[in-house]
């Protein structure tokens, strides 16, 4: 019987020790696994003595054993042992020895262990004190615990195990939310995450404002910078939020603090996945010699697709239809001609009001001087299956009215976020794209490390940015290049409009007639070669693309929120600010017809005593793009 109690505590315990070894980054299931396994292990290490009565009488020796043992369990782990008890086992020899070894080791154990335990239900304690022993390279810090900062988090540990993955704000969290987090190993801690302090445990800190309210992130940001601005560990702070006038406030803020350890990079992930949506399904890609773009719902992705569309639309060869349909178009044709007022007279922009949810948005649709022409139709009206739903009867009404030609329906792009990958027919992507419906704007798509920094279409963009100040060739290892770098990821301007450029360039391979044209990704080392000989050949061909990029800078410009400026008034301004644009009135005198830059530049050079060449930029870009490609290339790991 001794024996066999014996063999269960030791299987009981060695259990206990792999559990708590699988766990070890969650300090309360660690503690959970050897308490547990010092419990029961204990139990059937004392249950053999039990039977021995010092000379009393039992009525039930078994019944007596069990709650012997039972209670002396309870007094391991409460630290309150009575060894003696032990010694009177009936081993011999090293059994004995080891029976009382354990016993010695457990009795040294559980207080400890308990006490951690109690501590660990006290607040965040635990996980104050598992984090004041941490040390890694990277120390990853979210403001808050939500489904985005858990997909990013869950990104980052995927490409480098060696970070420390820190969640703030969790006292009120979703327990979900903070059971996913624990599941990564990460930290949860009470604090808010400008409180934390900046220690010599970790080289660098990387901060994510990321709450699902904007304002806090903002808020968040500013605190970050204004707190550790004299720190002397890097700190970079990714702050969640919307292009315009909230980056240039964060922007402001940071250069006031005349800081060189802070990196600032505002993400508008909206804007983000906008982007990619029109870099992998490009809008050229129709039989029609119109892009008809219907978008339905006019949220934020609405708006932002609406902008996206508008610049990216300007092909050579193709005329330019955005049309969106939304129960509140008036206000959202108002809040439009605010965010831009250089495009309030714009005719190819039409808003239509309808509701998606009667027969009225049919009709609307059937209506061929509407959008029965559509050849992209994005659907992101805020609520998952909605879209889905809307989607599917579109491609119904499409079909029907087209006499079931596949080649003339139109693409449809629906906007879903990962909880509808629950349902069946989320999983089933190529029924799907057989109706010519495409899925966009996952969780798991836009928060993670790999789709939101160092993307293909980034990479691109940071060789536009190269080209722009003339530095393609620059060595990576150089201060300079870290310098240009640094520029790009933290100037909102300057990063949106690199982008904007590199989006446009697989447009521009489209509008060379020697291009080999497909459906797939016409990004290739063939037909760049083939784009690369037609421009050097043919001077009509460059100057024909050069003022295309030109078109779409005007439009990418005004969709910004700019407007155009007019001699007069350039020369005005430029008097004080000393530079032919004025960001702070968003003001651009280039924002014009391509034959008016020739005299808007022999003004400005001869008033001013400058050498500006205003068409330069855009020639530049076009003959840079083989080198552009090249470039970016190699920053995604190719040769």
């Known amino acids: ?24 980054n969650n300090m309360n299931k660690w503690i959970s696994c050897v308490l547990l396994g010092i419990f029961f292990s204990t139990f059937f290490m004392v249950l053999p003595t039990g039977w021995i009565k010092e000379g009393k009488e039992v009525v039930c020796e078994p019944l007596y054993a069990a709650l012997s043992a039972l209670l002396y369990s309870f007094k391991t782990l409460g630290g309150r042992q009575d060894i003696a008890q032990l010694e009177s086992a009936a081993l011999s020899g090293i059994l004995k020895t080891l029976y009382i070894c354990i016993n010695y080791i457990s009795f040294a154990l559980a207080p400890i262990l308990a006490s951690s335990l109690i501590l660990s239900f006290i607040g965040d304690t635990g996980d104050k004190m598992h984090f004041a022993f941490k040390h890694s390279k990277k120390c990853c810090v979210f403001s808050d615990i939500n489904e985005n900062s858990l997909s990013l988090a869950k990104g980052i540990l995927k490409n480098s195990d060696k970070a420390t993955i820190v969640f703030c704000n969790t006292k009120k969290a979703d327990k979900d939310d903070i059971a996913k987090a624990k599941k990564l190993g990460a930290i949860n801690l009470y604090k808010n995450c400008e409180n934390m302090k900046i220690g010599k445990r970790f080289k660098k800190y990387e901060f994510f404002a990321i709450s699902e309210n904007e304002d806090n992130n903002i808020k968040t940001a500013e605190s970050i910078i204004s707190k550790h601005s004299d720190s002397a560990k890097p700190i970079i702070i990714n702050a969640f939020v919307e292009s315009g006038t909230n980056v240039k406030f964060l922007e402001n803020v940071l250069n006031s603090k005349s800081t060189n350890n802070i990196e600032l990079r505002c993400i508008d992930e909206i804007a983000f996945f906008c982007n990619n949506l029109v870099f992998t399904h490009p809008l050229y890609n129709t039989k029609k010699d119109t892009i008809s773009v219907a978008i339905i719902g006019c949220g934020r992705t609405g708006m932002r697709m609406l902008k996206t569309a508008y610049w990216a639309g300007q092909i050579d060869g193709y005329n330019l239809k955005i049309r969106v349909y939304d129960k509140n178009a008036d206000k959202c044709r108002e809040q439009f001609h605010r965010q831009c007022p250089g495009l309030k007279d714009e005719k190819t922009i039409e808003f239509i009001k309808t509701d998606v949810d009667t027969l009225d948005f049919k009709e609307k649709i059937l209506d061929k001087e509407n959008s029965l022409d559509a050849t992209y139709i994005v659907v992101c009206m805020g609520d998952d299956q909605l879209n889905l739903s809307v989607s599917e009867e579109l491609y119904r009404i499409y079909r029907r009215e087209l006499s079931f030609n596949n080649e003339q329906l139109p693409e449809i792009f629906a ?82 409009s690199s982008m904007a450029a590199a989006l446009h360039i697989p447009a521009k391979l489209y509008m060379c007639n020697n291009t080999i044209k497909t459906d797939e990704n016409i990004l290739t080392q063939e037909n760049i070669k083939i784009f690369d000989e037609s421009i050097k050949k043919d001077a009509a061909l460059l100057e024909r693309l050069a003022i295309n990029e030109h078109k779409r800078w005007n439009a990418f410009m005004l969709s910004e929120g700019y ?46 005593i400058k050498n500006k060449n205003f068409k330069y930029y855009d020639k530049n870009i076009v003959k840079s793009i083989p080198q552009i490609w090249e470039v970016s290339q190699k920053a995604n790991g190719g040769n």
């Open 1 to 24: 019987m001794i024996y066999l109690c014996l063999s269960i505590s030791l299987i009981i315990l060695t259990i206990a020790v792999i559990f708590a070894i699988k766990n070890r």
């Open 415 to 496: 906007r879903v976020r990962s909880e509808v990958k629950s349902t069946p027919y989320f999983e089933n992507v190529e029924f799907l794209k057989e109706r010519h419906i495409h899925l966009f704007g996952t969780t798991e798509s836009v928060f993670s490390d790999s789709t939101i920094f160092n993307t293909e279409l980034e990479n691109l963009a940071f060789a536009v940015h190269l080209a722009y100040w003339e530095r393609l060739g620059m060595k990576h290892d150089s201060k300079e290049y870290a310098e240009v770098r640094k520029n790009f990821m933290t100037v909102e301007y300057d990063r949106r």
């Open 563 to 608: 407007q155009a400026a007019s001699i007069d008034e350039m020369l005005i301004y430029a008097e004080s600010i000393g530079n032919h644009k004025d960001d702070l009135s968003m003001l651009h005198p280039c924002i014009t017809e391509w034959e008016a830059l020739d005299e808007l530049e022999k003004i400005y050079n001869k008033k001013y």
